[in-house]
């Protein structure tokens, strides 16, 4: 590390050699292992329709929070497989996921069996619960939508991508909701445990895989996905496995969330607004075309 210095009265020009390490200068800088202040969430870019030309797909969308990418596709609302599977007054939202074998950044490559796999249903079910609270299904009954969901990259946080990329790919189809699912991740760290790197008592948002990993080991440290509608100010999902010492604890997290699903909100409505526009100006003729001879 190189620091320059330069007399006000002289305008000498002093350098000084120093061995600090890159996270001993995040440390001192009061960021995070990657740049970012405790109240900033990751670069997300949100993609309307990567899947159109796919058979059988009604909307897709594609979600990049920081290094993780979660794709998304609908398909419905179709006819029941069963007869038993029908309801009389809404439709049946089922939620696959499928992790590709190069998605997590630990290198573990090993196969999951979206069936049995126990983090996999979880997941299915919370992200089958959160949107469910937005989705108008009364107005399809007797039919099934179906969200393939796929983990292409996972560097922390794929259930907020997760539901992120469902939200924008149910409006990709066009299917009635009541308000966007933004989901973001919060996380408390407080005590004086050395991984805490100076950013101590104080809120994080959007955690990545690597600052779950070493704070999980902290007993005080806390972390939570959240799911909210944020037009409407209602949560629709809050999840926390860490033992929480008093209420305001919860609130402080559960607020720091909110904030960062506003964030979230506002790239998903951006996103959504130019996809609207060019279709709206495709339908009117204003559309150029673009095409690349090879």
């Known amino acids: 590390c190189i620091f320059v210095f330069i007399k006000p009265k002289s305008n000498e020009i002093i350098i000084t050699m120093s061995s600090l390490r890159q996270t001993d200068l995040l440390a001192l800088s009061n960021l995070r292992n990657d740049g970012r202040k405790p109240n900033e969430i990751r670069r997300i870019s949100v993609q309307m329709s990567p899947l159109t030309n796919a058979s059988g797909t009604n909307g897709s969308a594609l979600v990049q929070m920081g290094l993780t990418t979660v794709l998304c596709a609908v398909v419905g609302p179709i006819a029941c497989a069963r007869k ?6 809404r439709a049946l939202l089922e939620v696959n ?14 196969t999951t069996n ?10 299915c079910s919370l992200i089958q619960n959160a949107l469910e609270a937005s989705l108008m299904l ?4 007797k039919t099934r939508i179906t969200l393939d969901i796929t983990i292409l990259a996972d560097d922390g946080g794929r259930l907020c991508a997760s539901i992120n990329a469902a939200s924008c790919a149910l409006v990709d189809a066009g299917l009635p909701m009541k308000d966007l699912v933004c989901s973001c991740s919060a996380g408390l760290i407080s005590g004086t445990g050395s991984s805490a790197g100076g950013l101590e008592e104080v809120e994080l948002i ?16 806390v972390y939570m996905p959240v799911a909210t509608m944020p037009q409407r100010g209602t949560v629709v999902l809050a999840q926390c496995e860490s033992r929480l010492s008093s ?3 919860f609130e402080k997290v559960l607020l720091a969330a909110s904030q960062g699903c506003q964030m979230v909100f506002r790239v998903m409505e951006t ?24």
């Open 84 to 89: 038993s599977d029908e309801s009389t007054d």
């Open 97 to 110: 996921i499928r992790t590709a074998p190069f998605a997590p950044s630990s290198g573990d490559r090993r």
């Open 114 to 123: 979206p069936s049995t796999d126990r983090r996999i249903v979880e997941e």
């Open 138 to 141: 009364q107005l399809f009954p």
């Open 206 to 221: 959007d955690l990545n895989q690597r600052e779950i990993s070493t704070y999980s080991n902290e007993s005080s440290a």
């Open 247 to 249: 209420v305001d604890v």
């Open 271 to 294: 996103s959504i607004r130019e996809r609207t526009g060019k279709i709206l100006a495709a339908k009117m003729g204003n559309a150029n075309l673009k095409v690349n001879f090879i």
